[in-house]
């Protein structure tokens, strides 16, 4: 019997560390980074189940948000932003003044230029789809908020559109904004078919689809 699973993934806020590579380090969100996710998830259409990173910048909010709507919540762990080794945290000004050509090197290269001690995109990327197909089978049929990370999502936007995630094309060309929802739906019935609905929705751009209900964008 086919089934359909929705599922909107929400980039956390702006978090209280700015200007850096944040991976795995825990910083909490900014009082605007809170404003910027109530203003997005205010009425937003039926929601089953939250799933959210156990960073602090997805997890706060999510508690939160799970308490108000008493809805279910999951802290998953393959949900977490990927780790950037010994420049997770670091300024972006900083990491560029103390390793100019390694930095360029990652961010032209990522797959092959893995910071020191970090994780590897090949590991990073097979987590974030493990996590997928995991919501997937655990939430079949359902409707289901997930508080995660910018990387996350590109690499999940990647793998519904057969991009090569070892390019590195996702993490320069998707733009996945604080507080911003895509919408994904994924149709099985004999294999996986994912489409997406929508990227980087933000209730401040009339253009994108609209996703809430009762919503005159």
Not at 24 to 39: A, I, K, Y
Not at 67 to 77: H, K
């Amino acid at each position: 019997m086919a089934t359909q699973t929705e599922i909107f993934l929400v980039r956390h806020g702006e978090p209280t560390l700015q200007s850096a590579l944040l991976g795995s380090t825990d910083s909490p969100l900014s009082e605007n980074g809170w404003q910027q996710l109530n203003d997005t998830l205010a009425g937003l259409s039926k929601i089953d189940h939250i799933v959210s990173s156990p960073l602090s910048r997805c997890a706060h909010f999510a508690q939160d948000y799970a308490e108000q709507a008493q809805l279910p919540l999951q802290i998953n762990q393959d949900w977490r932003e990927c780790h950037f080794g010994d420049w997770d945290g670091e300024r972006y000004k900083a990491l560029h003044q103390k390793y100019p050509l390694e930095v360029s090197a990652f961010f032209s290269d990522p797959a092959n230029n893995t910071p020191p001690n970090g994780e590897k995109l090949t590991d990073f990327s097979l987590r974030t789809k493990r996590a997928l197909l995991k919501l997937h089978q655990d939430f079949q049929g359902s409707s289901v908020l997930v508080l995660t990370h910018a990387g996350v999502i590109r690499n999940i936007v990647a793998w519904c559109l057969q991009i090569d995630y070892l390019s590195g094309f996702q993490f320069r060309r998707f733009a996945i904004d604080y507080a911003s929802v895509t919408h994904l739906s994924i149709y099985q019935e004999d294999k996986l078919y994912p489409q997406l609905m929508t990227v980087n929705w933000k209730r401040s751009n009339p253009q994108s689809n609209a996703l809430l209900s009762g919503s005159e964008e």
